[in-house]
């Protein structure tokens, strides 16, 4: 684990109790985001799902976007396993990002290597389809 993720970890959990647990309010949730990158991991862990997407910046260097998911017990209720996205996928993913300015977001829709389209109608657990 590098210095910056255990930083992120570090300020994550000290901003915690500040906000309710499920809050959005980190989110911009009248903005959205399309990105375009290749997958660095996918964290499979409670009580939220990650995937690290490595992204080209405006300098071509890549940048490292944290994306924030649902649950596993609520991505397994809809067909999405810990092995939907694999290391080296290059997918489209949409997000409403961090209000912060900071490369992360909440995941609103995924598109797969394979054309698949994920993600969830209006909060509801219904994949789109």
């Known amino acids: 684990m590098n210095f910056k993720r255990i930083a992120i970890a570090l300020a994550t959990l ?37 995937v690290q997407l490595m992204v080209p910046g405006p300098d071509g260097k890549e940048v490292e976007w944290s994306i924030e998911w649902r649950s596993p017990n609520q991505l397994t209720r809809t067909g999405i396993r810990r092995n939907t996205f694999k290391p080296g996928d290059k997918v489209e993913i949409t997000i409403n990002p961090l209000r912060t300015g900071s490369p992360g977001g909440s995941l609103s829709k995924a598109v797969l290597p394979d054309g698949k389209v994920l993600g969830f109608n209006g909060g509801s657990q219904q994949p789109l389809e």
């Open 14 to 50: 000290v901003a915690m109790p500040a906000m309710a647990h499920h809050s959005f309010a980190m989110f911009d949730m009248k903005k959205t985001v399309v990105l375009n990158g290749t997958v660095k991991e996918f964290q499979w862990t409670a009580p939220h799902c990650w």
